[in-house]
Structures are given as C-alpha cells and as structure tokens.
C-alpha cells in the first residue's frame, strides 16, 4: 500500500500529519480525533499521538537509540545493523526551518523519507536529516 505525504498547515502540526500518514486518513480527521489542532501553546503531545495511533491499530514504540554520543551516521549504522532500517518509523529529527533548531518529525516508511513540512519540495535521503530519535511502528495484534 502506498502511503501519501501529507503536510502539515502550520509549524507545529508534524506529529499529526505523520499520524495521517501511518493510518491513512487527512489531517483534519486526525485533529477532530484527538479534539484540538497544534499551535506554538498547545502542540501535540506523544501521548495524545500514541493514543491516536492505537485506536487506530498501529503501535509505536519508545524510541530506540544507539548508546553513548552519535550522529546520524552513527544512528543510521546501528538502525540497520539491529535490522530496523527496512521497516517503519517515527523519526525526530533537527528542524532545518528553526533556529535554534527545534524538533520536527518524519515518517521513514522503510525505504522513503516522508517529511510533512511544506517547504520540503521533494524527496530528501534520511541521511540529509540530523537524527535525533527513532521509534519504530507496526500494526498492533490484538489477541483473542
């Protein structure tokens, strides 16, 4: 299934916009959902984004770093050595619009780089980003 960019309407949107992303719905159903849009007061919270996901059959997990100091060469290497670098993840990265830089967040579908700011007029290699966090994602299994 192919998964569609969506961007985000404002500077603080990312985190829904990737949630629109991962469930495949618009952005605007995913602010109805949760029951208020970003701003620069109330941005999203992981918490409410997790809660989201979840409702929605998708589990994210806690965000997986490689220990000590790295960049993101070093983030990239130990992603693909533990074998997560083919499959899906939230990925927090350096804003490249704010400065000082704050956080802003991109779906890694496994093998694309999906960036929901709209200033990003194309397709970026995930080595282009300064890495800061990874968490990756997958189908929740509900059991019986």
Not at 11 to 35: L, R
Not at 60 to 73: A, C, F, I, K, V
Not at 112 to 123: E, F, S
């Amino acid at each position: 299934m192919a998964i569609l960019r969506i961007l985000q309407p404002n500077d603080w949107g990312c985190m829904a916009a990737v949630a629109a992303m991962i469930v495949g719905v618009s952005y605007k159903e995913v602010v109805a959902s949760i029951g208020h849009d970003s701003t620069e007061d109330k941005p999203f919270s992981d918490e409410e984004i997790v809660i989201y996901l979840l409702a929605n059959g998708f589990v994210m997990s806690q965000d997986l770093n490689p220990p000590g100091d790295y960049d993101t060469e070093i983030m990239l290497r130990w992603i693909s050595r533990i074998g997560l670098i083919g499959r899906p993840a939230v990925v927090t990265v350096k804003s490249m619009k704010h400065l000082p830089p704050t956080e802003h967040v991109i779906l890694w579908t496994g093998k694309t780089a999906l960036d929901p700011n709209p200033d990003v007029m194309q397709l970026l290699p995930l080595s282009t980003y300064e890495i800061t966090r990874w968490a990756p994602i997958g189908h929740l299994l509900i059991m019986d």
